[in-house]
């Protein structure tokens, strides 16, 4: 079946940048999403994008998607405490129902 | 004010009890959504429903049931025979596209469950 794939932990001091980056098996069209969770919290939607585009950009957010390699990467530009939380990366399934298949998340520590 | 409700935000369970989740929105969104969380994990889905009426299981539905008798509402029941229930319980809902594709899936603030 589908695999999505995230490292565990990322530390970046404040004001640079921070690359979470995600893997995926399968090549079926469909969005990918990032959300973030911060301590006992939700999923807050950050931003997504579809599996026919390369690049999505939305203020400090950027998506790099490499559809060779099976490669997502959400990049956040001057990065701050407040960006400290754990980032998941999901997948649809490309089916109706869009099933999401999801990371095991990525934990961003931002060093004031 | 709208958005996705769940409650409570803590909840205990003894042995052999069945506690109920709820999970509200006023997205009117058409589907909905169960997942479970534990540490160090991604989620992992329970059961959906797309319209009222129905639903269908997802990865890891047993020892949980659902019902949809309303379009706003998706409660979970955790019943005695999922031997493992701690954990932390996201519902989400998403709107279905003129192609009838679930499109973006929004998510509530969670239920922690937690087993005495």
């Known amino acids: 079946g589908e695999d999505v794939e995230q490292s565990l932990f990322l530390s970046v001091r404040e004001g640079d940048s921070s690359v979470i980056n995600c893997t995926y098996t399968d090549s079926s069209s469909t969005y990918l999403y990032w959300y973030k969770q911060e301590p006992g919290a939700g999923l807050q939607l950050l931003t997504y994008i579809f599996s026919n585009m390369d690049m999505k950009q939305d203020q400090r957010l950027t998506v790099l998607l490499n559809k060779k390699d099976k490669h997502l990467s959400l990049r956040i530009a001057d990065t701050q405490t407040g960006d400290s939380a754990i980032y998941f990366c999901?997948?649809?399934?490309?089916?109706?129902?869009?099933?999401?298949?999801f990371g095991t998340g990525t934990l961003l520590a931002v060093q004031p | 004010d709208g958005g996705i409700t769940q409650s409570p935000k803590y909840l205990f369970r003894k042995e052999g009890q069945n506690v109920t989740l709820s999970c509200e929105q006023n997205l009117n969104h058409d589907a909905m959504y169960w997942y479970r969380q534990d540490p160090g994990q991604g989620l992992r889905l329970i059961y959906y429903?797309?319209?009222?009426?129905?639903?269908q299981k997802g990865d890891i539905a047993e020892g949980y049931s659902v019902s949809r008798e309303k379009k706003e509402s998706f409660p979970l029941t955790v019943t005695s025979a999922q031997k493992n229930p701690t954990a932390f319980y996201l519902c989400?809902?998403?709107?279905?596209?003129?192609?009838?594709?679930?499109?973006?899936?929004?998510f509530g603030p969670g239920t922690r469950l937690l087993v005495l």
């Open positions: 999901a997948k649809g399934d490309g089916g109706a129902t869009n099933k999401l298949i």
């Open positions: 989400a809902s998403s709107i279905i596209g003129g192609t009838g594709v679930s499109e973006t899936q929004y």
């Open positions: 429903s797309q319209i009222v009426n129905d639903f």
